[in-house]
């Protein structure tokens, strides 16, 4: 227990000490509104996770198009929503982010697709192999913070390049029980 928190359940004036609010209990019960995390507490015992998957269909124009992924709502908590291309987080914490995707094409040499995931600030390229592309990764995203994914296709003129994607995020717990192994 901490030194501000004992001082509270004493009955102390805590005060002086809410401006910092560099401590847990403080961002949680802070009645001044010093960062995000203050306008609403986090709350580690309800899931946060989302999936969106969709179609895209890109017509080649002999040069690179870029594209955000379209998704649609598969299945989000409360504590994620969708975005145009993406998912937005509502609670901070650990993620792991699980991108999957398969293309085809009218062509008789594929196109190239390269897909670039933003996941709150972080970039990562992912290059598909024999039409596939795979990625998964773990990263801290705090409040707000989006996961995006576009595609760039490099084709010629009048060609359809299909794509189907599936984006899904999942706060790791921070906070483990007996029985969570059960």
Known sequence: MSYYYKKYLKGSSDDEYRHHCDNDWHK???NRHCDDDC???DFDDRPAFGTVTGTTTVVGTGAAVTTPLTLNLLSPSENVRVVSGGLEVLERGEYFISFTSF???NAAVPPTV???????GFTQTITPTAGTATASFL???????????TATVTA???TITTINATLSVAKVSSRFSEKDFY
């Open 103 to 105: 293309f085809t094409s």
């Open 28 to 30: 949680h019960h802070c």
């Open 114 to 120: 390269t897909y670039t995931i933003n996941v709150g």
């Open 139 to 149: 990263r801290y995203l705090r409040r707000g913070d989006t996961v995006t994914v």
């Open 39 to 41: 306008e609403r507490p």
């Open 156 to 158: 010629a003129a009048g």
